[in-house]
């Protein structure tokens, strides 16, 4: 089911009225009608799938407890490894087996060795599996590392796995925030969800009017990428970082706003990265929750910054290699996260990772200083040529767009492959940025104007943008549903 369809706008207020109406006075019932819920919204793709969610869900569970209960270290880490075997074992097998399989036979194949028979299988990836396995994960290493104490509820462990909002494509959320949300009484709160549907309203702007109004414009461009000029190429891979932004960040905004309809508040997920100033900035800023999730159980546990430069280099390399492997099955991804690496590394041995933690414009200055127009817009353009290995299909076109690129440097107007005019993306766009730039300070209130009428004039515009660019004959999926 998607936010972004008819079936959701029914579905969501059905839920709402009759979470808040029948089962506002037990918890554990609250619970479980919401769990039910959330396997009625995930098995509207695939109700088989169901299994494997269930099936993650009882061994953390499990593991949990008995890695609680356990006094010796080494049992302790031996349920530990049985939660990280079993959830990585099931994200390998139905993300990674055939890329597995295909580069195992591309490799023997230099040698000279030919397979004739294919081992490849027809393996369907359920949504959101990267997602919920990570959240599993996370709760058996916080136990582990003391850092939480299990719950005995398995409803309310379930739901935690389960959350609808954020189950197909996060935020990756941790127990000591969200479980604990669930396992606690909640009051209906009037303006939280009106903040809510403020979220909603925005984030569903973003999908609509940004992701997917460019979207034909990006796979034109790079599915076509031998015929056009530079001037073209630098437009569809430009376009495509506000696309994969629009999409990412507005699916974020979306499940976070539904989740305070439900008096939960998730964390944070986008916190307007196209203003970053260095490359360090821009992950504190982008897929908060999974650059959260490495930092604590990846690369602290390798030594964080807390070893040799040279120890630390190698565990910064280490975390952006697997960020690009999680994201998809493919070199190209791993390439992508390559070069992130690169981007990252000299930063870090200047010192700069950590400069930058508040907003570009201070509180007492409406406009960035020329300095700080440049970094952003130099971080921007390595950020967005990275983006030419995230968006193709293989690193054999990666290449060939870079190839095209450069060999073929020539100007020409764009003609939209519908037939719209491209002036008109031009100032949506830059009206989107200057919007986004005055709301910079928080990532949680899109819509926040002291005169009501300046409000209801912004709701009128954004709902009316939302109908006028609604296409129903384009793909309206999100993109990291792929991932």
Known sequence: MLFNSLDFFIFLPVVFVIYWLLFNK???????????????????????????????????????????????????????WI???????????????????????????????????????????????????????????????????????????????????????????????????????????????????????????????????????????????????????ILGVTLFSFQVYGDFSGYSDIAIGTSKLFGIELMSNFKFPNFSRNVAEYWQRWHVSLSTWFRHYVYIPLGGSRVSKLKSVRNIIIIFLVSGFWHGANWTFIVWGAIHAVLYIPVFLMGRNRIYMNNVVSENRWFPSIKEISQILLTFSLITFSRVFFRSESITDAFGFLKQLYSNFSFEIYEHPLGYRM??????????????FRIRRDERAPFKFKSKIIRFIAYALVILAMLLFFDDNIDRSFIYFQF
Do not use: H
């Not at 850092?147 to 409803?155: A, E, N, Q, V, Y």
């Not at 990756?172 to 979220?199: D, M, V, W």
């Open 26 to 80: 037990n918890l554990k019932l609250q619970n479980f009608f919401i769990l039910m819920a959330s396997y009625v919204f995930y098995g509207m793709w695939d109700w088989r799938f169901l299994f494997l969610i269930l099936a993650s869900t009882i061994v953390d569970f499990i593991v949990g407890q008995f890695i609680y209960n356990n006094e010796s270290k080494i049992l302790k880490k031996r349920w530990l």
């Open 83 to 233: 939660s990280i075997v079993f959830n990585i074992g099931l994200l390998g097998f139905f993300k990674y087996y055939n890329f597995f399989i295909d580069s195992w036979i591309d490799l023997v194949t230099i040698f000279g060795y030919e397979i004739k028979s294919s081992w490849t299988l027809r393996i369907i990836l359920p949504v959101g599996i990267s997602f919920y396995t990570f959240q599993t994960m996370s709760y058996s290493l916080d136990i582990y590392y003391k850092r939480l104490t299990p719950t005995k509820d398995f409803i309310s462990f379930a739901t935690f796995v389960s959350f609808f909002p954020q189950l197909v494509a996060g935020p990756i959320e941790r127990a000591s925030n969200l479980l604990s949300q669930i396992t606690t009484k909640r009051k209906f709160n009037y303006t939280q969800c009106k903040e809510g549907l403020k979220l909603i309203i925005w984030g569903l702007f973003k999908k609509v009017v940004i992701a997917d109004s460019i979207a034909p414009i990006v796979d034109d461009v790079f599915a076509n990428y031998q015929n056009y000029p530079a001037s073209t190429l």
């Open 423 to 436: 002036i008109d993306y031009f100032i949506l766009l830059t009206l989107f940025i200057l919007y986004e």
